[in-house]
């Protein structure tokens, strides 16, 4: 390898390391990054709701951007002890995700997810949904946009409100 190589593998390399740290800064905030699926059971056992929903998404898919603002009014809808709205985004450039929350709040706490935290949830497409029960068991899955009726209702029916649209 030449000397020329060698210098650039050394920047790849420590550049990898930079984006690998636990958490990214996002100006004022930091942005927490999910390196296994341990990392996100512990992060949804911390939450304290009754439910947690999941959504893996990025910033360069359309239709993860179409159903945000789904997620942003369920997570002003209800209490955080009832739902917590968790997005977990896909994203591999932190300053893209940076930028993009800083232009648009959603109001509901995001982390970076790896390539490890990808295979390991088996998120072959995004968007992607997941609702949890309050043992944290998976009660639901959904693979492309969602739909905010049936999301509303599973929801519902979960805090024991009979999925009808009173609240």
């Known amino acids: ?29 930091d942005v927490p990054r ?28 359309p239709p993860c951007r179409a159903e945000l603002p789904v997620f942003k009014r369920l997570q002003q809808e209800f209490s955080p002890r009832e739902v917590r709205i968790i997005g977990v985004s896909f994203d591999y450039d932190p300053a893209v995700l940076q930028r993009f929350l800083s232009r648009f709040p959603l109001g509901y706490q995001n982390y970076i997810g790896d390539s490890r935290l990808l295979e390991e949830m088996g998120v072959g497409v995004i968007p992607k949904t997941v609702i949890c029960s309050p043992t944290g068991s998976c009660v639901s899955v959904h693979e492309g946009e969602v739909d905010a009726t049936k999301l509303r209702t599973q929801i519902m029916r979960l805090l024991g409100h009979g999925g009808n649209n009173a609240h």
Not at 34 to 60: F, H, K, P, R
């Open 34 to 61: 999910l390196e296994s699926a341990e990392d996100l059971a512990q992060v949804v056992a911390e939450t304290g709701a009754t439910v947690t929903v999941i959504n893996y998404w990025a910033t360069w898919c």
């Open 1 to 29: 390898m030449t000397p020329l190589a060698l210098r650039l593998l050394g920047c790849l390399l420590g550049c990898l390391l930079v984006f690998s740290a636990a958490t990214v800064a996002m100006g004022d905030q």
